[in-house]
T-cell receptor, first 117, second 114 residues
Framework: AQKVTQAQTEISVVEKEDVTLDCVYE???????LFWYKQPPSGELVFLIR??????QNEISGRYSWNFQKSTSSFNFTITASQVVDSAVYFC??????????????FGSGTQLTVLP | DSGVTQTPKHLITATGQRVTLRCSPRSGDLSVYWYQQSLDQGLQFLIQYYNGEERAKGNILERFSAQQFPDLHSELNLSSLELGDSALYFC?????????????FGQGTRLTVV
């Protein structure tokens, strides 16, 4: 069965610091997809990125970057020059083929990021 | 705006009651997923429908049921409600082809059982 572990429950940083959120996953499939979602205090889930298991290139989008390493089953998320508006709960999620053609997501427990002014 | 619409946004009801949560997927998306976010269990998958048919079941209680209608909107029915059913319920939708891999979430329905 698939599993996603976010060992960091809470992280606090001061504005402009860089911060990395860790995500470790388990799956028996060779084809799978990894996601990051942001949940701000308002409660909605905001899609940030999707990465498939065959693409190990790191990705950068503005202040956000993602480091995917299959060898360690990790998909870490870094925010550079953090801002107060980055304060939210961040979820890592996995979608694989173990459930057949279904595409449901298995979420980690989330990391509460607080960026202090 | 994800394009997924959930109503109502908030719901307060008493134990033992029954409620219906509604979800309209993004235009063209055939798959609808329901998730529950609670303090105890985190975010967990409940059930998936694809073009009107149940596709997958997760940790959904027998007191809960769902359906997807011909116009592709979906409803999640929660009955004999207990205090522990208080949670944020999300609906997500995804399409076919490349877009199936991105699940877009609605804003959620916050259910409070008192």
């Amino acid at each position: 069965a698939q599993k996603v572990t976010q060992a960091q429950t809470e992280i606090s940083v001061v504005e402009k610091e860089d911060v990395t959120l860790d995500c470790v996953y388990e799956t028996r499939d060779t084809t799978y997809y990894l996601f990051w979602y942001k949940q701000p205090p308002s409660g909605e889930l905001v899609f940030l990125i999707r990465r498939n298991s065959f693409d190990e290139q790191n990705e950068i989008s503005g202040r956000y970057s993602w480091n995917f390493q299959k060898s360690t089953s990790s998909f870490n998320f870094t925010i550079t020059a953090s801002q107060v508006v980055d304060s939210a709960v961040y979820f890592c999620a996995l979608s694989d083929l173990s459930s057949g053609s279904a595409r449901q997501l298995t979420f980690g427990s989330g990391t509460q990021l607080t960026v202090l002014p | 705006d994800s394009g997924v619409t959930q109503t109502p946004k908030h719901l307060i009801t008493a134990t033992g009651q029954r409620v219906t949560l509604r979800c309209s997927p993004r235009s063209g998306d055939l798959s609808v997923y329901w998730y529950q976010q609670s303090l105890d269990q985190g975010l967990q998958f409940l059930i998936q429908y694809y073009n009107g048919e149940e596709r997958a079941k997760g940790n959904i209680l027998e007191r809960f049921s769902a359906q997807q209608f011909p116009d592709l909107h979906s409803e999640l029915n929660l009955s004999s409600l207990e205090l522990g059913d208080s949670a944020l319920y999300f609906c997500a939708s995804s399409g076919t082809g490349k877009s199936w891999t991105e699940a877009f979430f609605g804003q959620g329905t916050r259910l409070t059982v008192v």
